[in-house]
């Protein structure tokens, strides 16, 4: 019985050890400011596949002249893509179809991009589209930028 309750102790403190890391890295990604929630699909076939699989939940930052991007499920400190402004391509918008909806947040709008030829999709609120769109264009003078 006593080992029982040990065994049942020691999970529910690393359940919640593990829920307290998950929000530390979070506030240690925020810190800097310029985040903004974001799901990602890496690789995307010319047709849109609506069927909602291979989005990624994540939270992206500002950093210069890069957008780092971070998995939300993930320990990891470091960001999983990093997205240069003078390489992004802005092909067009739309909005999310289908299985989609259940995938992503509520309000998304899907931002289809080419990031060094590899075709890819960015979803986030008009909010964050409207702020990123802008940071495309404050490119500095000199830099290539289309944004569509």
């Known amino acids: 019985m006593v080992l029982a309750l040990t065994v049942c102790g020691i999970v529910v403190a690393l359940v919640v050890l593990g829920l307290f890391v998950f929000g530390l890295r979070r506030r240690l990604i925020q810190r800097s400011g310029g985040t903004f929630d974001c799901s990602l699909r ?3 076939p010319e047709r849109p596949d609506t069927s ?4 990624s939940y994540g939270v992206a930052r500002y950093s ?3 957008v780092t991007w971070f998995r939300v499920f993930s320990y990891a400190y470091r960001p999983r893509r990093v997205l240069e402004r003078a390489s992004i391509e802005v092909a067009g918008r739309r909005l999310p179809e289908g299985e989609e909806e259940l995938a992503l947040l509520s309000d998304a709008v899907v931002l289809v991009c080419l990031h ?3 075709r890819l999709e960015l979803a986030m609120s008009e909010d964050a589209l409207t702020g990123f769109l802008a940071w495309l264009e ?3 003078p000199g830099q290539r930028v289309n944004v569509a």
Not at 52 to 55: E, M, N, Y
């Open 64 to 66: 210069g002249d890069r």
């Open 52 to 55: 909602g699989k291979g989005w």
């Open 42 to 44: 890496w690789d995307v």
């Open 116 to 118: 060094q030829g590899t």
């Open 138 to 140: 404050a490119a500095p």
